[in-house]
């Protein structure tokens, strides 16, 4: 039988881990969430919900994927009891990669676009309403965000290629390098910009009046649901990381680490876009507005615009490749187990398929733009990005915190000891009722919330049929967690 790939040193691991984690939603919603939400009152919040949620659901995944060697497309059938339904899951997480993918991919190729719009110089001199007409036309240009989606489908699965440590560590690890050392020349760049103390002090000192208008129990919600997603928890893209680990560190230990670089990269790009905007005089919105209009319109009227434009991109473009290269590295995995595929045939058939399934989202600017599923407005990469976003990640979190709590899956005392061996931090062993209970309430509670809000300012129509989607989901997740199957005993 052929050995397992595991991680060359713990810095790759620690490393590609937190480059899976470190995505988009850390640049573009983070910071406008925590200035409109009180500053630094909002990132304790969030701090401690990262602590109390996200670490938890993230040393489960880990656990999970280094006692069983294997992927999410194997993992759970080899850990649970007989009889157990968590095996099931693995279709949920297959799709879950996939459909993150279907719209990603095409996102990482518009930040590599415009790395190179920025360095070529292409918006030199636009207004702010040429600077917005130009990302309009980029969407509806399906050729050219064709182009582009397949760049950087073809980049991602050709270091994917080359193997685990030859591959995917070697590169990513260099890649993260980079984009740590750019975001802090970025964010010093931007404190030395006129006025940027105003925005520091809009983005990092607590202002609880602001957390008054947003309502304490917004505030805190935002802070719970941003903690919650912003680790990629949930669809097993961490969980095939920890199938290649070593046993020496233990999973709290490496996991601490991976918070503090996910948060700091956050805090950071806050740093970089805050204080701009503040200098220039310009409203700091969320989304991709803030990054492909709003910040392009601060470049073009700052000093040396066009290269720290091009240095902003080249960032968000290793944020965006870092998540596509760890998900891709997940996508393989499941082949390889599944059908028993080589490397190479993996990543060919992979290719071509990625490539199909993400034309969707591209046309759906464009040819496609009247396919609006969740309301008027709406396009298919909002369709993609909720079925994965608000359904697959926390119903996939849920999953793994009950496969390691509960009797019925892989068990307390098997999860515990494979969560402390090694050196570092130890997990808490008193906490097993809070991780049975609490965490699965919690996570009900965003999932239900999300639905609520999402749908019910759009009218009953779309309000009631959405609602009976959501519970027959929580149900299914019901039945994968706690139901049986005529499994035969091993």
């Known amino acids: 039988m052929k050995e397992r790939e595991k991680f060359g040193s713990r810095l790759g691991f620690i490393l590609v881990s937190a480059g899976c984690a470190i995505g988009l939603g850390n640049v573009w919603k983070f910071p406008y969430m925590t200035g409109q939400y009180g500053g630094a009152a909002f990132v304790l919040i969030y701090l401690v919900f990262l602590v109390v949620m996200g670490l938890p659901i993230l040393v489960s995944e880990f ?26 899951y693995k279709w949920m997480g297959i799709i879950g990669n996939y459909m993150l993918m279907m719209f990603y991919t095409m996102v990482a190729g518009w930040m590599m676009y415009y790395c190179y719009v920025m360095a070529a110089g292409k918006l030199d001199g636009a207004d702010s309403e040429q600077v917005t007409q130009y990302f309009t036309d980029f969407q509806q240009s399906s050729g050219t965000m064709t182009v582009w989606m397949i760049v950087a489908v073809l980049l991602s699965f050709g270091i994917c290629s080359l193997g685990l440590q030859k591959g995917v560590e070697r590169i990513t690890k260099v890649m993260m390098l980079c984009l740590l050392a750019l975001i802090v020349i970025l964010a010093v760049h ?17 202002n609880f009046d602001n957390m008054k208008k947003a309502g304490i129990g917004n505030v805190v919600f935002g802070a719970m649901s941003q903690s919650f997603f912003t680790l990629s928890i949930g669809i097993g ?46 409203e700091p919105g969320a989304g991709p507005s803030l990054i492909f ?8 009227q700052m000093m040396g615009g066009r ?38 045939k993996a990543v060919i058939v992979n290719i071509l398929l990625v490539i199909v399934l993400s034309l969707p989202a591209v046309l759906g600017f464009g040819p496609w733009a009247g396919v609006q599923i969740l309301g008027e407005g709406t396009t298919i990469m909002d369709l993609e990005d909720f079925i994965v976003s608000n359904n697959i990640l926390p119903l996939g979190s849920v999953i793994f915190v009950l496969f390691c709590a509960s009797k019925k899956g892989w068990g307390w005392k098997n999860f515990i000891k494979e969560a402390n061996t090694g050196e570092g931090a130890k997990f808490p062993a008193g906490i097993r009722l809070y991780m049975l209970w609490v965490i699965p309430v919690i996570v009900a509670i965003i999932y239900l919330k999300g639905y609520y809000d999402m749908f019910r300012p759009k009218g009953m129509t779309y309000f009631i049929p959405w609602m009976i989607v959501g519970i027959i989901m929580l149900l299914l997740t019901g039945w994968i967690a706690l139901g049986h199957s005529k499994k035969k005993k091993r």
């Open 190 to 206: 931007s404190l030395t910009l006129d006025g940027a103390m105003e925005g520091v002090k809009f983005y990092l000192v607590p």
């Open 307 to 344: 290269i720290w434009g091009a240095l902003f991109f080249l960032f968000m473009s290793f944020a965006a490749l870092s998540t596509v290269i760890a998900v891709f590295e997940n996508i393989l995995a499941f082949a390889m187990e599944l059908w028993g595929w080589e490397r190479k």
């Open 63 to 88: 656990a999970v994927g280094r006692a069983s060697r294997k992927s999410a497309a194997r993992a759970m059938d080899m850990l649970e009891p007989a009889g157990a339904n968590f095996h099931k």
């Open 293 to 300: 209009i709003t910040l392009p319109n601060v470049f073009n």
């Open 237 to 282: 893209a961490m969980e095939i990381f920890g199938s290649y680990m070593e046993k020496d560190r233990s999973l709290a230990g490496e996991s601490i680490h991976i918070l503090i670089l996910d948060t700091f990269v956050a805090l950071m790009a806050g740093m970089i876009i805050i204080p701009a905007c503040f200098s220039f005089g310009v």
